[in-house]
Structures are given as structure tokens and as C-alpha cells.
């Protein structure tokens, strides 16, 4: 809530005075500022010269010598205006007898001037933009030179023609100037007025009143000519453009730390106003349309013309009080920011400026009418300074004690705001809905403040819901069609059916306040609003409004308007509302200057006076000197008893520290996965933002806040995490200096880091850079707002300058993560991160399911408010009423301090008593309260409970830092006055330093932890885990530090209660955030149930009971879930050991002496313990149990159910605490001194380590009662009121036409209303993001990473960054078959080879004396038949057996290769150089392509083959055209002469099915960006799918017969299409000149999973035919291997060239021969030439590659594999020949069906599958053949007998293939007794005769297969079958096809 408002003056003169005031108090030295507004208002005679610092000077010395009061400086009394007559006019610019005296009006009238008198033109304050016309007594006016005026006045009215004013106060009165000084002519008429040649009077050249002459020399040359003032319209170009946050609207930039620097070098900027410039109370007519057109009125500056100023103020106005001097260090010169900073849209406000001294916060408003002035002694008397808001209509001026009150237009904008409610719906055209009225509002306003409780403040948000709420209802009927209303969490609002008039307003305001105890009063003016104000004040002096916190004060006289304020006067209400206008800087600066300036002296006085005996210190030293010798003793003795539970080492032990070893949580892992998932979307969209395919690895870096101890906190997570050493970016024994390479703290040296890491990003393209913002709503500052400050604070809007640099958001290798627990500042109308790429931490539980099982259970705010919520148990959020009693009390008493530093003093002096009193003064326990005495106890006493001394954490949060510091001084002196400095460290923590600990701390620290290095320190919170400490946590924001699981209270009474933002309510909060170990929760049975009712404060009794019950509250005990602890075994807490008990248990104690065997006490739950029974705030009732006859021992019976126990005391020392304990017991109720333990109870407490505890609940959190409420508090929907406040400091609301978050809201819901309903201010860095003029302002690599506090978001990321990496070296690597050949063994030991090792390329004589190797040694037919070439006895285990056909792709071998950069890719790849090659540059349309139609006869079809080809016009280059028509005619071949490097010779042809996405097409790379031609060959069906992505590509489309064949059919028509095109080429060419032989004959079909190629390089040291070598093996292109075998002297006689596949298990065997005369597999150079007769078979599905090289071989050409050349075959999941799934056509449900059910008999009832004939019969021969042939079955001399087709009949079964064309080569056959033959679809080259050449053994089995039964039964005719086999009926089969599916038929017979 801001207290701004326009006052009585010229907004240019408040510029100028204030730049000057900054100017001058960052020049000088000294502390005392100079009062503006007494230049102001004041406007003595100064001199216009620049500022000289001597001048400054000066006016200091004055200005501290004139602190008497009798000096001429000392303030006079105000300028008391004499009221006006009754009834006459006062409105500005007109007389009081209503005449208009402005000249714009009357320019052109005629006007009387006596003989003697000039016109001239007088400024009126309230009419800046006017003049007056007066007619003056030229005698009293300046000469030329500005001399001889006579003294006095005399002039007259030109309005009504009144005559004879000789004063001129009298005349300034009645032309209605309203001054707030002494009248003075010469301050007040400005300029001669003249007549132009038209007529019309216009203003003429200044007046040179005395003293001018210096104005004239130093005005700026641009307004020398113009006014002094020049108006709005003339300073355009100087107005700040309303893109430049102007320095009033930086909520979070102190305005002092903006305006360092000269005014006149920022000139666009000295416009500080932020909203509409407010005149005479109402909005300037120039800005009325921005109001009214714009809802939320973002802050725009007005335009205000430049004047440098300086010089002192002759007077200093009352309202300035000596006593506020400002800043305390000149450092910060004195502005205040933006005070209207909290409420909902800045409409028109003007920046507050502080100068006045931090303390007032008071701007004097825009008034009309006589002024009011604000008594003397008004801050004395109230005992707090009044808060009036503004409300409707006009103001009037404040004088006097302005120190003593503060002015806000909060309620003006809000009113304003709600009116412009309606024009929300007229976008849906419901343009009658009227606004809300004026009445309506007030009486609202009054509705609210009187349901108010005492101790609620009003909040402006509540007010905007009201108003809406009642707005609607009003029109509900015309609303219901444009919007559903939610239910809204307020008071009902009276209907407004019939409208309140201005008449019934006060009547009715008064009505309802009269039924609230006076605490709203109604003051009803008659006249203006002054009398009311007047009034108020009045009864404030006379202590007539002491109960009343709200006085509204109407004047509803005016004819339709009202004029309307509200003044707070409640105390409490009146100090939090003023304080909470400051900003933060304010704050700080204000609580500096009390504690610099001495003013919380009184304080301390004011406490030392509250001991019982005197001062305090004189008790402490007292204390000090008596107990020196005695706590000496009692150490030692303490320190004797814990000799107790030492082990046998003699060392103490305690099992419950361990240190928690670093994991991946389940939740972490989840988030880092949702992280990579976003960063592929944005890879994968069309958008082309992120090409993860181009990143070979990951670096990183982590920006953190300006705090050591986040810095070194994250060092540490980054180190133990592994992540550098995963990510390859250090070596095993990395330094701590490398690891902070990666974390940079965005401090002064942040810039020099930040440009290496930008440097690195450029030079390293293939480097995927994560640049990681953690805590990222910290510095939301734009970076325009430090260009204008820059000299103030370097890290201003650092974080803008470095993140949201060029250079980053352009670098397409750079994605941004901002990470943060309170993400509301980001999400804005303006954000930059796009909804789609924020990730929110998952709820553990969806619809009830646990997502995530994890052995923690995370307790944060929800849990905390829970907490307070169930009635079984103290909640953990507390608020301490004895403390805020007392803090309320001395705020009355002391008005004029902070309520900041009163809460601190107040709490220093509760610890410090609380000490006293645990130390043995128990008569200080009536000084502190209940809760912090608790605290105490348990900090000092729960070191005493553990053999190693361990002790609990109590974090006191004191956000101001020279006040955490008074803290620090004031604790240590009175810890070391106890003689407690061995009990427990206090540790003063400050964001920009690490962490003190004293040595003896340190040395307990390293023995705990083991740590042997001498010069280790603790770094971070984390490392005090067990150190029984206060840390005293200081800085205005928490940054990210993580506390140990010590922590037993977090104590945050000190927040400062103005944070009433949701980001810095849960900022604080979440500093006690935790992890407890989920387990079942504890029976909340009758332990503890005689606490719960009473919770009245415990009055000071001095009971042992209550000193022993150290540990703190019950709901330690029954906190649902208990704090994790690492190993459930380990616990020094026995289960019985216990100290008095204050529980009524019925029946006997029956506590076992003895205790549960080891085992048992592992498994059952440990009864409570009394440390977790808490000390209720009201611990009357323990008392009552321990006096009463029922008392026993708090353990339940032995065995008790409690998790998580398991100890290790020994039966002993179990004995002893009981009985020590029973007997402590009997004491404990009469007892009421404070003695010091017995040595039985220190044993027993030894046993308790409050470590155990701390692991097993969260701390308890102690608030300020108004935060405590605040979070408590729940809205209609049930979410926490604190939730539905403004979301961060640097947002506004968009609209009050807003709905309320609502509980069942996600996180991404949220994310959305805030992106809806919020606008960053000015001064936030997203602030200009919309004006970039790209409707899509979301930076597409920009992520946000948003989850609670403290539940692990750094573990998470950098798992994120392991996972990432992992990935990018998955993308660049690939899993390749990595299989050795088969058959080794069998090959042929012949004596030929080829014997020269290091021949580039075959000796074609030579090769073909090679023999042709039969065997297949391609591992991909392992389970393939064997082909038998000569007469050989194989063993049948020398083949496997045969595998299940499901197996034999998941069993194959693969080894993940990295990729190379000759790799062929997918379309997953995109990189810059392969983009014009796909056809997506961005540069290019989509890739055009045209269809063209090309057919061919082809006889063995008998038919016409029309073929279509897609075209792209990228390719058609390699085509020939008719022209004209443009019809396809070739595809262009080139030369076998052509001997250039630049091109590939052979068209490649890539068949493929079902891999659009991945098949391998892209081999720009492989080819090395050299040109080739690459037709992919599809099926029709998919023609449209592969189009889209590969649009560079060529395709051919097979014809629609094809759709369901196999890849024979492809390679068929590749290989006859491109020998018909050699021909078409042959032909065109031979035109040319060219011989037919010399057209290029070959071509290359590939599989689509080629990937990388190799060549093994060869070492014979020297000699040629040496067998001695040495190989390796590289990578290298296609290109190099496509250019090397073309090269091939000889090439055209070859028909087939291969390589091997390439396998890492090669040996030196298979490389030793350079080439083999075998089959080729895979990827083959095809002749096409040659192999015209020779067709690939195209019904085959399966070893149609083993098929054709058989038939190659036979026809006598030559296949020559070159060994040394390997292919990389990619495993691709998808597609290819397993796209084929046999189902049944009959049924829905696709089940399989098993190979063996793929052939029945001929018309039987069997399923039909719907799958190819073919298929069928390849799968069943491979799975099944030897039902066929069982004589073959592992007989492996008696092969199965192929002709002219080779068919796969399984591993089991050998075959000998021959081929029955004439001249063919066939092996010799004559020693071979085959066991079975095959014929399938034979043609007429089979004939009786040449069966006949062939033996087989008797019982060998014969099987025809044809495509019809009658041509089976014609075969067995004309083949002659029947004299050598038998048939039988039932022999016949055909494969499971319906009749239209064409099936294959079978007859079987027996060789007789």
C-alpha cells in the first residue's frame, strides 16, 4: 500500500527538486539530506544555477547548527489561509465571484485596463497549465533590468471587474490561488501578457522580477525561449517512453540507488511520475482516456519537461522535523521507490520520495480547498501515525506535522479499478452493465472494515473480491450468459437492488457502524472533506478515538459526487499498513538509521529497567562471578557420567549420527526424465529450435544468488553428485577450483565468468550448453534499470543482463532451465518460457495411487497448515501471543521505532532471560514467554543427552542485517556471562560471507564427522548437522540454503509482517521444509492425550519436571510421519529408558526390566519417549498429573508398537534409566527447586540423542501472529488465504476482474491464472517482452523447473544433466549387429586363394581360377540350410540348433558404436549442413516434386510394369525429359571412362517398408557431402508417409500389386528397371557418339539399415606376398568405398561386388585374402549388364539375396566380395521384413499363429490367415520343413536335392542346389545320394530327363509345389514323378490362403 499522491505542486519542479536532492546527497559526505519539500512548497527565491558541491556544504553546516530552533532555518509556522466568504466560488481559475479568469477562455474577450495598468499572467499552483489574467499597477511591477518595482501591490479583477486589491494576499485570495506560503508577487506573476495580430491575448516575455537575470543565463538552451514551465504537450520528446520502467515504478530498486547520477544524463528518464499526472484531485483531462481505456493502467510516465535546480530553501517547512535526518552512509542517497508498490495496477499514483528522513513516508496530496493541518504532537498522542487512503473525489491539502501521518491512493486505485470492472465483459458486447457506483463502494468499504477482527489489517485484495462479488450479484441475470461466477470467500454484501444515493449514504455507513463497539467511526462532512480531517485529528488529540481503528470520513454535499477518505488510526493496524509501504531497501535503511542515530537507546533502557534486581547485565555479571568455579565442576562431572554408554574403544559413540549418502531419489529421477522428455519435444517439433543430433556432449552451468553458503552448498552437490566425471567434462581427481568452474555466484565478478562461458558456447557448436538459473525468482531486476543506475549497484538486473543477453537467447546450442520453489514472477502476461516447457514437481499421490514409493515423506507448507488443522497433536506453525503482547505494548510506547527493531529487542531480551533462567535465575523466567523459554531449554540441555554431545539447531531469522547483528552481540555476551559458550555455538549468517563456527565447535564437528584434513571449516548449514547451535539466519531473502536435520525450531517471529506477497510468505516458510521417514504413523493413543485440552500459558513454577522435559513439543510425538533417519538399526534411544512421566496410563506400570531381545527391538516400535512428549503452551495439566496419586511411568508395556527403533544399550544401562527414572518420578512432583540433575538422570539422558529425534519429525515453526493468521486462514475454496495474495513483488494484478485461485488448482492451473491475470511491472526484466512485436514471445529454448522447497530440485537437474548427456551419446551412437561369420569351419581348404594381400583390387584372371564358395557365412542365416557344394561328412553338432522363430531377432548380438561423421542417418537428424539436403531449410518452400509415370514390357510377366517416380525439382537434373511434354524418358548414366572425384558413377536403390522415420536415408555424410543418385524404392501405400519425411528424395513407387509383396519383388524391378533404362540410355546416347559398352552398367542395392562403412588398412612390412601382417581397422565414407570399387580396373566383368558385415570379432583370417569369390549380402554393386538373364525371384520374402547369388554363380558370372570393406547394419526395431504379421482373417483378435498352422489340407475347415501364399510356405519350410523330408533331419551327407530355387528348409536340413538351365554351373553331383527333393513353380527347363541325372536314397521324400492344383497334377505328369515316387491322396497341401488369396499347393511323395 503506497502513499503517493500528488501534491499541491508542479510535477516538472518536483522533477527537477528531486534529482538535485539526489544529486546533492551522493556528492556529499555527509548524512543530513536535504529537504525537498520545502523547496517545493516553499518556492523561496533560489538560485537556478547548477548544483555546486561548496553550496551543498554550506547549506549542511546551517542546516546542523539551526537544530536549536532559534535559528533563521528553524520551520515557521504554515501559512494559514483566511477561510473563504460563504457561498462564494472557489473553484481554480475562476474568482470567488465565479468569474473565469484563465487565459485560454478569455484570450479573446474585450477587458477593461485602466490608464496606468498592465495585463499580466499569474500561475496558480493547482493549474499548472494555465495562466491567471490579472490587470497590475505597472509601478509595482520591474523595470527592464528588473529594478525600481515599487514594494506593495495594487490591482484588479479582470472577471468580475472588482477594483482597489492593495494586497496581494488579498487579491490572491479572491482569484482563488489557494497558496500554501506567503503570497508573493513576485513568485506568483510570471509573464507580461500581449495582444497578437489577430487580437487574441497570448502570453508575452517573462516578468523580470530581481534576480531573473541568473534564471535567464542558466536555463538549458531548450527552454531559454519558452516558459519557465513548459506545459505538458510541449515536452513530448523529453517524456520517457512508456518501455523504459521509469524510476518510480522499480518496486524492487530503491529509488535513491536509481537516481545516482546527474538528472540531466538520463533525459528521458527524469519523468518519474508512473501514472497519470493527478491534478486538483482528478485525473488531467490529457489523461483521462488512459484511464478510462486501459484496465489495468500499466504505469505510463507523464511527459515533464527537464530544469537542473539547486540552492537552499530559505525556510524549512514545519512539516520537516529536525529530527529525521536521512540515510545513514551517503552511499544511499535518499529516494524512496515506488511505495504504491503492493496494490493491484499502478492507476495514478506518483512516486513517493523519502527524503524526508527513512521514517516518513508522507506525500502531501493534490488538494482543493482550505488545508488541514496535521497537529504537533499528533505521534505522541496516538502512539501511532494515521494511514488515510484517498478515496473518492478530491483531497484537500495537508499541512503542518506531515511527519505524522501517511497519505496513500491505494483505495483510489482500487475504487478505480472495480469501476472499470464492467468494461471486462464488453468485449462480449454486454455493454449496459453499468460499473458499480461510488456509494455503493464506500459502503462496501465500511461493510468490510467493520467485520474486521481487532487484530486483521485490511487488505486490498479482500476489498477488489468484495466489490466484484457485489457487482456481479447486481447483475447477475445480464452476467450468467457471459460467465460462471465462482463462489466468492466474503461477507455477504448487501444486494444492491435499489442504488444508494449520496443522501442515504452517511446514514447508512453510520448504521452499519454502530453494531461494531465504535471500532469504525463515520465523520459526515458538510462542506469538503477537510472539516472531516480537521475533526479527526481533533478527536485523535483528545483521545476520543482510542477504540477506534477505522475512521471514514464522507462528504457527500456536492450534487452528484462524493468526496471520500478512510484514515486508519487502530495502532496496530495504522504501524503494519505504514510499514508496509516501504520497500525492502527502505526497510533496511530505515532500521539502520534508528540503530545509527542512537533512537533504540530508549529501548534498551527501557528493558535493563525490567529485572528483578536492577539492570540486567549487573545480574549477569553477578551470576558470572558466582558460578565461575561451580560450572567448571559440573562439566566435568557431566562429562564423567557419559563415560556411561562408551564403547570399547573408549570413545563416545552415538549410532543415531550418520551422515546421509548421496541417492537419486525415485521423485528426482521422475523430474529429470520429465526434463529430457521437454528438451526432445522441443528437438523433435517442426520448429527446428534444438537439434540434439548435432551435440556430441553436455556442459553446463549453475547461476546462483549472491550467497556463499548456497555457493559452496552447491559446489558440493555438483561434486558428490558425479555429474562432472558423467559428463566427461573432468577427470577422475578433479580439485574443488574445477568444480567451481561450473557454478557461478551472480555476484560483481559474475560478468567475467559468465563471457568465458559464452566464448566456450561459440566455440564449441557441437557442445549442447544447459544453463541453469537456480533460485530463479531472485533478481527479476531489467537491465535497463541498471544502464540508467549503473553507478549505484553493480548486480542490479544481472541477472537480465547475463540470461537474457543476445547472445544467449540466440545461440542455438544454449537452453536455458530456470529452476525455483516460487515460479509466480515468471509466469506473466509477459514470460518468456512458453506453458509447454514448464515442468512442475509431481504430487506423490494421483487418484490415490502412490506415483512414486519412496522411504520419506516430504513436510512442507500444505503439511505444516495441516498440521494445525488435525486435533491430535501441537501443531508445528505456532504463533507466541505473550510475545506479540508484548511487542503490541511497546509499540505504543515507542511510536517512532520500527516495529522491526521493537520485535527484535523484545525476542533478544526472551532468549536472553530464557538463558538466565535455564542457567540457574529462575526468577527471569517471568521474562520471556513459554515458547522461547522451550526453545532454550532444549538447545542447552540436548547435548547433555548424547554420549557425543550432539544437539539440536534453533534457526532465528532476522531478515534485517544490522539488526541480526545487534542479536549476535546481545546472545554472545549473555552466553558468555552463563558460561555457556561450550553448550551450544551462535552463528551469525549473512548472504555475502560464509559461516564462523568457534574451534572448540569445529574440533566436535570434524570428530563426528570423521574428518581428518586440519584446515577444514564447515561451509555450509548442512555440515552443522548435530551442533547444538542458534543460527542467527540474516538477509532479506533466504537464497536457497538448505538447513541439517538438526534444525528442532525454526524461529521466524521476526519476519518482517509487510512481506505480504506470496513468494516471500513461502520464501520464509519454506526455510523449514523437510523430509521425515514414511512410515506408519504412531498410534495416537492416551500418552499424551492429557496435554491436549489445556493450553493456557504456564505460570513460572520452578518444577523439575518441567526443567527435565527438554525436548520440545507433542507434536514431536504424534506427528503423523516421523523424520527419516538413515539406517533403521541405528538409535541410542532405548525403548524403555525413559525420564518422569507426565501421562495417565491406565492400570500399573508394566514397564520389563529387561527390554525386548535385540531382534524384537529392531522390529517393534519404541513407546514415546518424554523428550518427544512436548511442553503443551500450557503445561498446567503435566503438573496436575505429576502431583496426583495415578502418576507411573510414561513406558508403555515392553513390546509397545513404535517403528524404527532398534538399540544398542546395553541390559545394563537399561536398568539403570528405568530405575533411575521411577525414582526420578517420585521426586519430581514435590520438587520446586532448580537443581542441577543427579548423575542417574544424566545417564539416562545420555541415551536420548536429540538427533534421533530430529530425524523422525520437522521443526517447529513460529510466526508472527499476522502471518499466522494470514497462512491459516482459508478462502471458500480452502486454500490458504496467504496463496490468493499478490504473487511477487515485481507483478501486478491485471485486473481486480479477476477469479480466485481456486484448491483444486494443479500447478500447471496455476501457472496459467498467473498468466492470465498478472503484468510484470516497469522494473521487471519480462517487462518488455511483449513489445518485441512477435505475438509468439516464448523463447523456444527456455524451460522452468518449479517444485516445493528443499525436495531435492538440485538433485534432480543435475540427474537431469547425467540422463541428457547419456542421451546425446545414445543419439550419436547406434546399436549394430556385432556377429562373427558362421560356417568357418566348413569353408573349402582348397589350395587356391588369392594369394596377393595387398592388391587395391581383384586380378580379374586371377579371380576367376578362385572356386565359389557355396557356404553362407552371413550371421543373419545362421538358423538358415546349409548349401552343400561337394561330397562331405559334416558333423551334425557343427550347427546349431535350430532357435524359435520369436528368438532370432532378440537374441542377435549388437555392439553400440559411437556414430562417425560418415554415418548414414534417420530423419531424426537434422544438422546445418544436411538441411538443404533433407529439403528443410528454412530458406525453402517444402520441396516440390512431380509424379511421373514409366512403364516397361517385361515378358516373364506377360504384361506392361507401370512404375511412378517422385521427383523432387531438386533432382531432376538426373533425368532426361521429352521435350516438349516433359515426360520421363531416363534416368541420365554416366561413363565408365569417367575417371571424377565428384560424383558417385551407381544410382543407389534403398527397397524399404515401414521405416520412414528410421530407415537410414540420409547419406549426405556417409557420402561426404559428395553427389550422388538415391532412389528409394516404396510401396505405394506408403508413397504419401515417406514423402513427408524425405521431401528431397527420389522415390519409386511400386505398382499396387506389390503392396503386400516381400522384398524380392522390389529388387526384381530395381534390377529390370534399371537395366531397361541402360538399354533407354544405350540408345540416346549411341546418338551422342557413344558406345553402347561404354555406358555405366552398374548400380547399388543397399538394405535401409546400412550405417557406417569400414576399410582395414594392411601392414606386410614391405613385402607383397608376405603372410606376415598386421591390420587395423577405420571408418570411412561411401564415397571412398563407392570410388575405390569403381575405380576396379576389369569392373564390367564383374556382375556382383559385396563387402563383408562388418563384426568387432573379426580375425585375421577373414581380412587375409583381400577378396573372395562368395556370396554378397546386404549392400551389392549390381551389373546390370551382365545379369540381364539372371532375375531376383519376386514372391520371396525370405534369402531372396542367397537365391540370386545362386543363380548368378550358376549362370557362370563372377561375385567378388571385397574384404577389406565392411558394412555396419543398424538394429532397427521397426519395419522391414518383420512389418509382415501372419493373423487370422477370420477373427478380431490379432493372435498369432504358429508356423505350423501356415499349411492344411486342401478344402478342409482350417482358418485362413490373411498373410502372402508365399509367405507361408517360406515360414513353414524354415520352421517345419522336416515333416517334408524327415530322412534329412541332421543328415547332413544326404542333402535335400533344389532346383533352380533355393528355399530356406532350416539349420537341421543341408541342400545342394542346382540350377537346370542349359550351360549352367551346377556342381558335381554324381557321388551324392540325396535324401529329398524340391520342386517349386519349376519352369520348362526341368524335365524327366534331367531328374533322372540325380540318386536319391530309398525313403527320401519328394515335394512338388505349384501355384494351382491342376498344374500340380500336369507336373507330376510331364516330369515322369510317378515311376520313381509315391503318391498318396492325403499328401496334397496347400498353404492357409482363401481361394482369392491365390494359395500354394504341395504334393509329397516317397522315392520307391
Partial sequence: ?????????????????????????????????????????????RHLSALEGGSRVDHEEEEEEGEGGLEPNCPPNPYQMLPPPEGCCTTDGFCQAGKDLRLASISNEPIDVPAGFLLVGAKSPNLPDHLLVCAVDKRFLPDDSGHNALLGFSGNCVGCGKKGFCYFTEFSNHINLKLTTQPKKQKHLKYYLVRSAQGALTKGPLICWKGSEFRGRQTPAGSCSGSLFPPLDSSGPLAASSSEPTPGANPSVPMGAQQAGPASDHPSLTAAATGPTVFNGKDSPKHQQLVKSKLSATPRPSALGILTNSGPPKKRHKGWSPESPSATDGSYPQGGGNRAKYESASMSYMPQVGLVGPASVTFPVVASGEPVSVPDNLLKICKAKPVIFKGHGNFPYLCGNLNDVVVSPLLYTCYQNSQSISRAYEQYGASTIQPISEETQLLLTV????????????MMEDLEQIFLRSWRESHLTEIRQYQQAPPQPFPPAPSAVAPVTSAQLPWLAGLAASSCNDSVHIIECTYSLAEGLSEMFRLLIEGKLAKTNYVVIICACRNAAIDSCIAVTGKYQARILSESLLTPAEYQKEVSYELVTGKVDSLGAFFSTLCPEGDIDILLDKFHQENQGHISSSLTASS????????????????????????????????????????????????????????????????????????????????????LLELGLEKEHMTKQRVEQYVLKLDAEAQTKFKSFLQNSFQNPHTLFVLIHDHAHWDLVSSTVHNLYSQSDPSVGLVDRLLNCREVKEAPNIVTLHVTSFPYALQTQHTLISPYNEIHWPASYSNGADLYPENKKYFGLSEFIESTLSGHSLPLLRYDSSFEAMVTALGKRFPRLHSAVIRTFVLVQHYAAAMMAVSGLSQMKNYT????????????????????????????????SPLAAVAYERLAHVRARLALEQHFEIILSNPSSGITVGKHFVKQLKMWQKIEDAEWRPQTYLELEGLPCILIFSGMDPHGESLPRSLRYCDLRLINSSCLVRTALEQELGLAAYFVSNQIPLEKGVCGEALESDTEKLSSTDSEDEELATEGSTSEKRSPVKRERPCSHDSTSSPLSSKASSSVLGGESSAQPGGPSQGEQARTPQPCSPSEEGRAPGDKQRLRVSQGPAVVNRHSPGPAPQPDSGLRTSQKSVQVSVTSSSSQLSSSGSSSSSTVPTAGTLVLQASHCSMTK????????????????????????GLPKAASLLPSHSVMWASSFRPLLSKTMTSTEQSLYYRQWTVPRPSHMDYGNRAEGRVDSFHPRRLLLS??????????????????????????????????????????????????????????????????????????????????????????????????????????????????KYAAYNTYHHCEQCHQYMGFHPRYQLYESTLHAFAFSYSMLGEEIQLHFVIPKSKEHHFVFSQPGGRLESMRLPLVTDKSHEYIKSPTFTPTTGRHEHGLFNLYHAMDGASHLHVLVVKEYEMAIYKKYWPNHIMLVLPSIFNSAGVGAAHFLIKELSYHNLELERSRQEELGIKPQDIWPFIVISDDSCVMWNVVDIDCGGERSSREFSWSERNVSLKYIMQHIEASPNITHYALIGMRKWSSKTGTGEVREPFSRCHVHDFVVLNVDLTQNVQYNQNRFLCDDVDFNLRVQSAGLLLCRFNRFSVMKKQIAVGGHRSFHVTSKVSDNPMTVVPAQYICAPDSKHTFLAAPAQLLLEKFLQHHSHHFFPLSLKNHGHPVLLVDCYLNLGSQISVCYVSSRPHSLNISCSDFMFSGLLLYLCDSFVGASFLKKFHFLKGATLCVICQDRNSLRQTVVRLELEDEWQFRLRDEFQTANAKEDRPLFFLTGRHI
Avoid at 551522493?26 to 518556492?43: G, M
Avoid at 522461547?932 to 534457526?955: A, D, R, Y
Wanted: hydrophobic fraction near 35%.
Fill in 640 to 723: 564423567v557420567t557419559k563415560s556411561a554408554s562408551l564403547d570399547v574403544g573408549g570413545a563416545p559413540t552415538c549410532t543415531s549420527y550418520t551422515l546421509e549418502p548421496h541417492h537419486i531419489r525415485p521423485f528426482q529421477l521422475a523430474v529429470a526424465q520429465k526434463l529430457l522428455s521437454h528438451v526432445c519435444s522441443i528437438a523433435d517439433s517442426s520448429t527446428q529450435n534444438l537439434d540434439l543430433g548435432s551435440f556430441e556432449k553436455v556442459d553446463f552451468l549453475i547461476c546462483i544468488p549472491p550467497s556463499e553458503v548456497t555457493y559452496q552448498q552447491t559446489l558440493f552437490h555438483v561434486w558428490h553428485s558425479g555429474v
Fill in 929 to 960: 514467554s513459554v515458547e522461547t523459554l522451550e526453545i532454550t531449554q532444549n538447545l542447552i540441555n540436548s547435548p547433555k543427552q548424547c554420549p557425543c554431545g550432539h544437539g539440536l539447531m534453533v534457526l532465528l531469522r532476522v531478515p534485517c
Fill in 1347 to 1460: 517444485g516445493p522447497p528443499q525436495i531435492g530440485k538440485t538433485g534432480a537437474y543435475l540427474q537431469f544433466l547425467s540422463i541428457l548427456s547419456r542421451m546425446l551419446i545414445r543419439l550419436t551412437e547406434v546399436d549394430v549387429y556385432d556377429e562373427e561369420e558362421i560356417n568357418i569351419n566348413l569353408r573349402e581348404e582348397s589350395e587356391w586363394h588369392y594369394l596377393q594381400l595387398s592388391d587395391p583390387w581383384p586380378d580379374l584372371e586371377l579371380f576367376k581360377t578362385l572356386p565359389f564358395d557355396y557356404i553362407i557365412h552371413d550371421p543373419k542365416y545362421e538358423d538358415a540350410s546349409l548349401i552343400c557344394s561337394h561330397h562331405q561328412a559334416i558333423k551334425s553338432e557343427d550347427r546349431g540348433t535350430s532357435r524359435k522363430p520369436e528368438d532370432l531377432y532378440m537374441r542377435r548380438q549388437t555392439a553400440r558404436m559411437r556414430l562417425s
Fill in 447 to 458: 461493510y468490510y472494515l467493520v467485520q474486521l477482527a481487532a487484530d486483521q489489517v485490511p
Fill in 1 to 45: 500500500m503506497g502513499n503517493s499522491y500528488a501534491g499541491q505542486l508542479k510535477t516538472t519542479r518536483f522533477e527537477e527538486v528531486l534529482h538535485n536532492s539526489i544529486e546533492a546527497s551522493l556528492r556529499s559526505n555527509s548524512l543530513v539530506p536535504r529537504p525537498i519539500f520545502s523547496q517545493l512548497y516553499l518556492e523561496a527565491e
Fill in 1254 to 1277: 530430529a530425524c523422525q519429525q520437522p521443526p517447529v515453526v513460529f510466526l508472527p501472529k499476522l502471518v499466522y493468521d494470514m497462512v491459516t486462514s482459508t478462502d471458500s475454496s
